[in-house]
């Protein structure tokens, strides 16, 4: 490949900016190393940006501070039970073994803040090895001006995560706006928020810079670039890997700027573009049947780091669980041609007084357990009984006090969702049945079954209510179950999900190094790959809150290890 006439010689080219993409080119700069990092969309932080933020990382430095003693051996029960054969062994371990090492690597070098849950179990709490808390992590609080005028460069956060057209809010920020007016410690708070927000729209940010969740996570590493003048070029898709004779891969055909630029990666490449989820062909290929546009990751992830580097020679991964990680996701059509998307992960389908009907008008899951496990159950009775889409169903009590997706609790205005046929209204059951094609007498004998058993606080047909995961989503205030209540008087209220996901499980095979692997199984010199554009650690499998950011950020930081100090 001597022919090659290269524009630019870097030690290692990063392609993309989510969470792997960005703990490489950090940790590869920390070692020494000259890095490029470049990202397809106008727009720094991937799906990470736009994530919920959670971090797994068993046996990570806080967990017996947060009240939660881990052991090795309880973690590898836990994953065994839950993830089995559907990954490889060595993989788990690595996973296990790095995760710990890259946290404390990249948390005293100030590039990471992550603060370790107290209350927050595992998806499967009753499956043996799991834990309640500590596990699972947040980004804390970043302030969005460390970052300057460069602040507009980090990809903005679903809007559904954010009031007033820009301020971003959690659970506990929602639960004090809610409750302004009744408390004094709620409205001292809320004023807080709305103040701060204020004066950074008055300071000409184009939304707040108290940033919350994944955006705080993709804030803390793209900080981490600037202040280190970590070199990243935006808008610069990757076209193809150049290689030589023996399959190295040498660097990589970018385009930037209307033209082709070679750039030579002396270490290696490593592709961290964000999967498949947007690519229809794979999809199709991929995904259960039926399967749409309702992903929840950002329109770029198109594949191309997995098309390229299977261009390259690397071998696509085999003995998933599962191609994707799920999540119900309910559709508003906005007239532009791009509809809406809205991910329901866990703020209203565990709370008490909501119920979900297949097209027969039965329920057919537990409300209340995991996004991922909730799709799963729709494709499971889609194969008897049209399930997609399925409909969350609950009374205006509920709605009022809780939301129900893009409908905003606390009496907001709502009319024009339903003007827009996204939220479906009606005065009785019956008339609600027949907006949404289902049996009238089905529907009414669901909603009288289900009110009767819940106003004991049981549900023996699908055990609403009956983990710690399913009560931690729930209304505490509210007993004796704390998922469940009855479903009172009209008007009533539906809103039609859909099976979309949140990023995709399968990808490129590679070993515990995260170098990709072609199809003997052997490591493809100078090509590494992180996120989802590697085979899921987790094996399509989703066992606990931030399994998708966790060995993101930790392959990402192995794949930096192994570029510094592997014999190249």
């Not at 870097?10 to 989510?18: F, I, M, R």
Request: proline share 6%; glycine share 12%.
């Amino acid at each position: 490949m001597d022919q090659i006439a290269w524009d630019k010689e870097v030690d290692a080219l990063v392609v993309g900016s989510g969470a792997g993409g960005m703990a490489a080119a950090l940790t590869a700069h920390e070692e020494g190393l000259d890095v490029l990092l470049v990202e397809k969309t106008d727009r720094i932080g991937g799906s990470t940006a736009i994530s919920g933020g959670a971090v797994w990382i068993p046996l990570n430095a806080q967990t017996e501070a947060a009240g939660h003693a881990d052991s090795m051996d309880s973690v590898w029960t836990y994953l065994d039970q839950t993830v089995g054969a559907a990954a490889p062994e060595h993989m788990k371990r690595a996973y296990l073994e790095a995760g710990p090492r890259m946290m404390d690597y990249l948390v005293s070098r100030g590039l990471l803040q992550l603060a370790a849950r107290t209350a927050s179990p595992d998806y499967y709490p009753d499956r043996p090895g799991a834990a309640m808390g500590g596990r699972s992590l947040d980004p804390v609080e970043f302030d969005g001006r460390k970052l300057g005028s460069r602040m507009r460069l980090l990809r903005d956060p679903l809007k559904e995560f954010t009031v007033l057209g820009g301020m971003m809010v959690n659970i506990t920020d929602v639960r004090h706006l809610l409750g302004a007016t009744r408390s004094f410690a709620a409205w001292r708070h809320s004023m807080k928020l709305v103040l701060r927000y204020a004066s950074d729209r008055a300071r000409g940010y184009h939304r707040g810079t108290r940033l919350l969740l994944g955006n705080a996570l993709a804030a803390q590493l793209f900080h981490g670039l600037l202040t280190r003048n970590i070199d990243f070029w935006l808008q610069t898709p990757a076209l193809s890997l150049h290689r030589d004779a023996a399959g190295r891969v040498l660097g990589a055909a970018l385009s930037r700027d209307g033209k082709t630029v070679n750039v030579r990666a002396r270490r290696g490449v490593v592709m961290a573009t964000g999967g498949f989820p947007w690519d229809p062909e794979r999809r199709a290929r991929t995904y259960p049947q039926p399967t749409g546009g309702w992903s929840m990751s950002p329109r770029g992830n198109t594949g191309d780091g997995i098309r390229l580097s299977e261009r390259a020679g690397a071998a696509f991964g085999s003995g998933h669980a599962s191609p994707a990680f799920w999540a119900p996701v309910s559709v508003l059509d906005t007239g532009t041609g791009t509809p809406l998307n809205y991910p329901h992960l866990v703020w209203d389908r565990a709370k008490p007084g909501l119920i979900a009907v297949n097209g027969a008008g039965n329920r057919f899951v537990n409300e209340s357990t995991s996004y991922h496990e909730f799709v799963q159950a729709m494709y499971r009775s889609n194969e008897t009984v049209p399930s997609i889409p399925a409909f969350l169903v609950c009374d205006q009590r509920f709605i009022d006090t809780w939301g129900l997706g893009l409908a905003l609790p606390g009496g907001r205005p709502r009319q024009h969702l339903i003007d827009q046929g996204y939220l479906l209204q009606a005065s009785t059951l019956a008339a609600l049945a027949g907006r949404l094609g289902v049996p009238a007498d089905a529907l009414q004998a669901t909603v009288q079954r289900y009110n009767r058993h819940a106003a004991q606080g049981t549900d023996p047909d699908f055990g609403k209510g009956s983990t710690a995961y399913n009560r931690y989503l729930g209304d505490p205030q509210h007993q004796p179950n704390p998922c469940l209540a009855p479903l009172g008087d009209g008007p009533y209220y539906a809103v039609k999900v859909y099976p979309g996901d949140i990023g995709t499980a399968c990808g490129i095979a590679a070993n515990a190094h995260a170098q990709a692997l072609d199809a003997a199984g052997a490591p493809i010199s100078g090509l590494y790959v992180a996120g989802n554009d590697m085979q899921s650690v987790m094996g399509g499998a989703y066992p606990a809150p931030g399994i998708t950011l966790g060995p993101a950020l930790t392959f990402g930081w192995v794949a930096g290890q192994h570029l510094a100090h592997a014999q190249h």
